[in-house]
Each structure stands twice: as C-alpha cells, then as structure tokens.
C-alpha cells in the first residue's frame, strides 16, 4: 500500500470518526429516537438516552474473538480508540443550568475537544494530525507489518541492476562515512563523476556499523538533492516508512520533494509527523496538505492566518496560496507580483513551477545551474524551457544523452515550440539524416559552437553522441575527429569511439583521448606525451597534467615516465593528503562505495580549472583497482577533453 493511499485512508477514518463524535447530537433535536439503516429482520438498537452523562457513551464494539493479549501477531487491527462524549460540554459555561455532560440544549456534548471548537467546521478546520492526536489515531497503524520498510538496503538500485553491493559500507567507519558525504556540496567538475556518485547513493545499501538506517537515508538524500537529482532523493526517501523519518531524514524528505515540485507529495510524512516541527515551512506546507486534502476551506484559513502573522515572506505565502488554490472548491485566484522578491530560492521556484509561472530572467540568472537542473526534469515546464536548461543539465549529467534527445524529439514533432530549441531540434536531425557525411558533421558543429560557454557545448556534445557514432570514419574528417570523440565518450560510446584510432595522429587530442578511452591496458610512450605537451594550448598546460595523470592512474605508463614527465610539467603525483591517503586506503580495501565516495568528494567544483593532475592521478587509479575501470577511463578522457 502506497502512502498516498495511506493518507487519504487516514482522511476517511477522521471524517467517519468526526461524524461519530458530533453528528448524533444534531440528530437528536430532529427525531424522538435513532432510526435503524439496517435489513428488515435484524434488531434496533435501544434509544439513546439523552439527559444522563452515562447515556452518551458510543456503542460498544464487537468483542474479539480471543483477548487481546492472545491474538496471534496476523490478527486483524484492534478498534480504534474513540474518546468518551461524556466528559463535560464544548465550552464550559459558569452561567449554563445545563446538567453535566450536556448542552444548553440538553442534548449530548463532545469531551476531550479544545475549549475553542464549538461546531463540526471548526473540528475539521484543524490540521490532520491534531484530529488524529484527538481521536487517538496512530497513522502508521494502517501499514500492516508484512508491507512495512525495513531500515535495511534502503535505496532504489539493487545489485542485480548495476547498484552496488548491499554491504559495501556495512563495516566501514561511520564517522569517516558521514564526513565524506556531508561535506560533498554535490557541485562536481565531471559528468562522469556525478553519474558515478549518484549510481552510489542511490544504490540499496545497508548502513554503515554505528550509524542508525534513518540517519544514513537522510545523508544520501540530502547529497542527491544538493546535486540536482530531486527525483532520486524522492525516490529513496520514500523507501523509507513516514513514521520511521529522524528530523534529518525529514528535512531531507522536505529538499526533496521541493526540488521535483511536489508539494502534495510530502503530505503522508506531514500527517504522521505533524506537529514535530514548528519553521515557517513546515506550518505552510501543513496548510497546503490541509487544503489537498479535502479541507480546503480550513487550509486556507490556515494560509491566511500565516499571511497576516508575516510567518514568511509575503511572496512566498502568495505562491503557497496559488498552488493550494488548485485544491477543489477551495479554488481561488492569487496574482503573483515579482518586484518585491530580491532573490530565487528553492521554495519560490518550486512553487512557481508548480502554478505555471516563469520567473523573472534575472532572478533565474543570479540563481545559478541548481534551477535549471529542476527545469530541465519538470514536466509542467514547456519543452522550450526544458530544453534552453538542458544545455547546462546535459553537461553535468543530470541527463543522459539518450534522454536529451527524447526532449528535442517531442519539440520537433510539436509546432508550437519555436525560436532556438525549434532550431535545434532541426539541426539534430540533420545530424543524423542528413544526405552526406558532411552535412550531418556541419549540422553538429552549429550545435556544439551555438552553445554558450563550455558547459553548454560540452552538453551539445553529449546531445549528439549517438549522431556521431553512426559518422563513418574518414581521413577527410579528421579534424573534426577530437570533437567526435568527446561526444561518443561523453555518452561511454568507447566501442563506436575507438574506429577512429586510424584517423588521429600520435600525439594528438584525438590519440589522447582514445588512449584513456582504450579497454585494454596499452603502454604509451614518453615520446607520444612529450608530442602532446609540445602542441597542448590549454591554460598552464592543463590538458597534459591530466592525460599524464590519467595514463599513471591507469597504469598506462612506467614509473620512470610518470616521475620524468611529472617534473617537466613541474607536478608532483606522489604528495600525500589525509584525502589521498584516505581513498588509496579504501582502495587498497577493495570498496569500491567508500572510494566513489572520496572521489566525488575530490572533484568538487565549478569546473575543471579546479580540478589538479595530483587529485586526478589518486581517482583514476583507486577507480581502476577496485574494478570501477570503465569509470576511471571516462572519467580521465572527460578530463582531457574538458581540460
């Protein structure tokens, strides 16, 4: 059973309970005694009398078949406990002649309700989880034990589908574990690596000796969602059950359902978590659920209430407005003004999103690439947008190349999509149909140079992976052939890649990037470097510090030429930081989770003039010996690609 459907079953349970404690007493006043619903032939209940406190008890349940204490463990749920109706009236009143347990009326009143509820609409315009608390209802009893979570393989990938190893942290240090990952601010210089990373976290893992499943669930959460990845920090958080969540583990649930625009999603971990927290956010999503969840008029009682009170920004509580406004009746209409909001956050994107709204362009562009990660992946988004995003989402690997060109297939095959990613969508496709060689390589090469700046270009690259693969390898073409590398290796193409060995010259980028990219472990000569160093442009000569640092690391050159080359380019790869001493340990254990890890943590940055040969050198190799081989050579010929 989904949580979803947890949550609505809960929201019935509430009303037909609600209708229990409050419904009878109207009744009274418009018949002498309760008329039965039931089948001719069956018994009716005895009238209810209305002036002792002792005649407002419920009926009795049903007695159980055995005690309690006797019931094997799949016995059916025990009945919810109901609060007496016999405890005192709604409000109490020093000047009411009414006898105990009534209304002025003389008709039964409620007990065990706030002092301020007076009517059924101001039960139900309380938030769900106080009527829960009300009514003595557990939510998380509604999971029965067979379908509940295990804090145990938390994760969304099993090893059988690529993930790693269940027990690949289960004896690793916890400490060590959860210094890596929260320090990972989740910006990492390679696709590569960010792939890598996110195949880890998201992988069905135990956790690590020391540390409590719920805590390890939140690290790895959290770190998806500092990357971008919304939809599999969501994923993972809700292989865990609401009522099993730490706060951490709910402030992460929170960033992840915020970065896919799910607001409504969250709803299930509200109901049972409910009043444990008190922020700003916490209380307005409260609202919102509230609004979702068939009360919309209390809701947005709530909204308002919070709006008045200043509890957030006033832009913010408008948006909050907007998107509950999608709930039923509770429909209104809320416009949105911009001029006031200094800044984008996660909060107000998400919720524009959600409600069709495009923010301002600058706000977007101060807001840097963490929003178009959430535009490139949001459905409600129009593909124009999706795809101007994808030019930075694309080349940090929040998407794959097959799924860039599903994006420009749907806008080529959609009229109404025009301007730039109309024109792109064109040139894809002459990339691959086009009558000659040449032809489908000049369609490519206005793709690539039409980006703009190097993240751009390198993710139109990736965009044409597939198109380049099906180039025939030609001599004519071998000036282009470094680009058509890159591409084809962007996407692990390493197979259709490697044709063009014939084509590239010794030393050059082409012939660098297929020696990184080679399967087998070919030695390279000191005079092939020396011939790539002699023709390297790239700023402090970057480019050969990384080709250098990716053969030593892949064992693809002696040591003799690792330390000889190293002192020309004036590098040294053997100088130890706890870092580097950290993940040659991990490798040298064989654990391949905890050396990705320290690799990421490694490659942090906002592109690869802050990555260093040194830091390369120590990744590519812990990488390759611990079987992570594929890996380690995409990630070292992205390096020289991008150097």
């Given at each position: ?179 890596v990952m929260a320090g990972n601010s989740g910006r990492l ?294 680009d058509l590398i890159t591409a084809m290796l962007a996407a ?152």
């Open positions: 059973m989904s949580a979803q459907r947890l949550y609505i079953s809960r929201v019935a349970i509430r009303l037909a309970l609600v209708s229990a404690l409050v419904v009878p007493s109207a009744w009274a006043l418009a018949q002498q005694a309760p008329e039965s619903l039931l089948p001719a032939g069956f018994d009716r209940a005895a009238p209810r009398p209305s002036h002792t406190p002792a005649a407002a008890k419920p009926p009795a349940a049903r007695a159980p078949a055995a005690a309690p204490a006797a019931a094997p463990a799949a016995a059916a749920p025990l009945p919810l406990a109901v609060p007496s109706l016999a405890a005192g009236p709604l409000i109490p009143d020093a000047t009411s002649s009414a006898a105990p347990g009534t209304a002025a009326d003389g008709t039964p009143a409620a007990s065990g309700l706030p002092t301020r509820i007076t009517s059924f609409a101001q039960l139900m315009a309380l938030p769900p989880d106080q009527i829960d608390e009300l009514l003595g209802i557990k939510p998380h009893q509604d999971i029965p034990p067979a379908e509940r979570h295990a804090l145990r393989r938390v994760g969304i990938i099993a090893s059988a589908e690529g993930g790693l190893p269940p027990g690949a942290l289960a004896h690793q240090d916890a400490g060590l574990v959860r210094a210089v390679s696709r590569w690596g960010h792939i890598l990373l996110r195949r880890t976290l998201a992988s069905r893992m135990d956790a690590p000796a020391g540390m409590d499943g719920a805590e390890f669930a939140a690290l790895r959460a959290g770190l998806l969602a500092r990357m971008g990845e919304g939809d599999a920090a969501r994923a993972l958080v809700q292989d865990v059950d609401p009522d099993a969540y730490s706060p951490a583990l709910t402030q992460a649930a929170m960033d992840a359902y915020v970065a896919t625009e799910d607001f409504t999603g969250i709803c299930p971990v509200i109901a049972i978590q409910g009043a444990t927290r008190k922020d700003p956010q916490w209380q307005v999503m409260r609202a919102m659920c509230q609004a979702f969840s068939g009360n919309a008029a209390g809701g947005f009682a709530q909204l308002d209430h919070q709006t008045y009170m200043g509890l957030m920004p006033h832009i913010d509580m408008l948006l909050a407005q907007k998107y509950a406004g999608a709930a039923g009746k509770g429909r209104r209409a809320v416009t949105i003004e911009w001029a006031g909001a200094s800044e984008l956050t996660p909060w107000r994107y998400a919720l524009a999103s959600a409600t069709g709204l495009t923010p301002p362009a600058s706000l977007m562009q101060a807001g840097g690439s963490r929003y178009l990660y959430t535009a490139a992946t949001a459905p409600m988004l129009g593909l124009g947008a999706r795809a101007d995003a994808a030019d930075r989402a694309g080349g940090d690997g929040i998407l794959s190349a097959a799924a860039m060109v599903d994006l420009y297939s749907q806008i080529y095959a959609n009229d109404e999509v025009t301007d730039a990613p109309a024109d792109r969508a064109l040139l894809l496709r002459d990339a691959y149909v086009g009558d000659t060689p040449a032809a489908r390589l000049t369609a490519m090469q206005q793709l690539w140079d039409g980006g703009a700046g190097p993240v751009a270009r390198y993710s139109r690259l990736t965009l044409t992976a597939f198109a380049a693969a099906r180039m025939p390898v030609s001599a004519d073409q071998s000036a282009a052939a470094p692990g193409l390493d197979g259709n890649a490697l044709r063009w060995q014939g084509v590239t010259g010794d030393g050059t980028l082409g012939w660098a990037l297929l020696a990184l990219a080679e399967p087998n472990a070919l030695q390279v000569s000191d005079g092939s470097l020396k011939s790539f160093a002699s023709t390297d442009g790239s700023p402090g000569g970057r480019k050969a510090g990384f080709l250098l640092a990716g053969l030593a690391g892949l064992g693809r050159i002696s040591d003799g030429t690792r330390k000889d080359f190293a002192g020309q380019l004036g590098t040294d790869l053997d100088r130890r930081t706890p870092w580097s001493a950290a993940i040659d340990r991990a490798a040298a254990a064989d654990n391949p989770a905890l050396v990705s890890l320290l690799a990421a943590l490694g490659m942090q940055g906002e592109g690869w003039d802050r990555m260093t040969p040194r830091y390369l050198y120590h990744i590519v190799g812990a990488l390759d010996r611990v079987g992570l081989t594929a890996e380690a050579r995409m990630i070292a010929a992205e390096a020289v690609a991008r150097g």
